[in-house]
């Protein structure tokens, strides 16, 4: 059996938006059937699979969905013209968008509305950057230093935050910004579980032999707390779960720290904590 001592970051497993969109998918799959979602509704392959059991169909496209069936918009944010062409087409929409992300559209709104450039600091690409991005007109998105080295001066800009962005590529950005914008104005919109999230990364990659980070490699909060991890402790992995882990990684370690990206499951992380517990070491 194995000695190593296992420590759980407390908030690792389903963030609340996350948690809040997979319950009322279940409910509207009970509700209705079978219920459409425009892409999946977490960036994790084992929780999409398993809501297809309980009748979630994920559509790529709007087009394709059956104009009887209902039409889940995901935790993520879905973008303003997707929305408005769902309703023009008589779709029943379920909104499971997370409110915290709607609080960065109204922030991007607000910043638009005192005449500034709004600027998403985010990965390009990202549902949720796409989303912020179509609630204002022609905004500048900044995925990172170089990129802010390459924007030209601007007099009056406002900054909004991709929810699960890290704190160092957020600060290397803005201290690029601040001589390039006459009046800057900055709407912290990192959300407080991501923030929790890395504050306890840092703490347990730095108390810990070993670190776990759980999660799909298609999610971009996970892959950035592997990241904060192994920018503390070499010996630090991302895994999608209990089969991705090698019992050579714990060769001489005392402690091993788990924690898991925001659409990670919890029964995963536990998974993941009880085959690291009977290993032979």
Known sequence: ???????????????????????????????YGKVAMLGDIVHNEGVV??????????????????????????????RADLRQR??????TIIDATCPLVKEIHAAAKELESEGRKVIIIGDHGHDEVEAIAGEVTDPLIIADEAEADTISKIRQAGVVIQSTQFRENVDAILKKLIWKINDLRIINTICKPTR?????IRELASENDVMLIVGSFTSANTK????????????????????????????????????AGASAPDKIVREVADKIGALAI
């Open 49 to 78: 699979r398993e809501l297809e059991k309980d009748g979630i169909v994920v559509y790529d496209d709007l087009s394709q969905i059956p104009p009887e069936m209902p039409v889940i918009l995901r935790s993520h944010g879905t």
């Open 196 to 200: 929790d999230r890395q504050a306890q």
């Open 224 to 259: 950035r707390l592997t990241r904060i991890a192994q920018s503390i402790n070499s010996r630090s992995y991302q895994i999608r779960g209990p089969v991705d882990i090698q019992p050579d990684w714990f060769k001489g370690a005392k402690s091993v720290g788990i924690s």
């Open 86 to 91: 769902a309703h023009s087409m008589g779709l």
């Open 1 to 31: 059996m194995s000695s190593l001592t296992i420590n759980i970051a407390k908030g690792a497993g389903f963030c609340m938006g996350v948690r809040r969109a997979i319950e009322i998918a279940k409910k509207a799959g009970k509700q």
